[in-house]
């Protein structure tokens, strides 16, 4: 092998160790940065801003129904960020402490709504577990 071949081949060599090893120092430090939580200061407020204005959309609420119904969106997300930091709780039981908030909040907003209100709220309520229900779980379209 000629010296200027050998020489290539030591420089490709050393430029892919250096690359394994800046490689591996990202993953590592990947894997030691913090994780950032939803529901978290700002975000949690966006949430509940863009929840009562879904509800405001859908339902037609009135200016004092947004201001009986935010105190509740944001006590709920309050309560929702505890139990999703709550580490031992396994999966099964956040998901029905999560679904016993959402239940109870759904309750409570129902009371500041008129009877056409409440109509379109449960069907906003029966869309929404229609869209969480797992694909396995939902029926087959009519005529199959």
Excluded: C, N
């Excluded at 379109?120 to 577990?129: G, P, V």
Aim: aromatic letters at 4%; a positive charge; proline letters at 5%.
């Amino acid at each position: 092998m000629r010296l200027w071949q050998k020489m290539a081949l030591v420089a490709v060599s050393v430029g892919m160790a250096a690359l394994s090893v800046e490689a591996f120092a990202q993953t590592a430090e990947q894997d030691t940065a913090p994780v950032v939580k939803r529901g978290t200061g700002r975000m949690a407020r966006d949430t509940v801003a863009k929840r009562l204005g879904h509800l405001t959309r859908r339902l037609g609420l009135t200016p004092e129904q947004r201001a009986e119904i935010k105190p509740i969106l944001e006590a709920e997300a309050v309560q929702l960020r505890a139990i999703r930091a709550d580490g031992g709780l396994t999966r099964d039981e956040r998901r029905q402490k999560i679904q016993a908030q959402h239940d109870a909040t759904y309750d409570k907003i129902h009371t500041f709504l008129t009877p056409e209100q409440q109509q379109k709220h449960d069907a906003l309520r029966d869309e929404f577990r229609e869209r969480r229900r797992p694909t396995s779980a939902k029926p087959a379209p009519a005529g199959q």
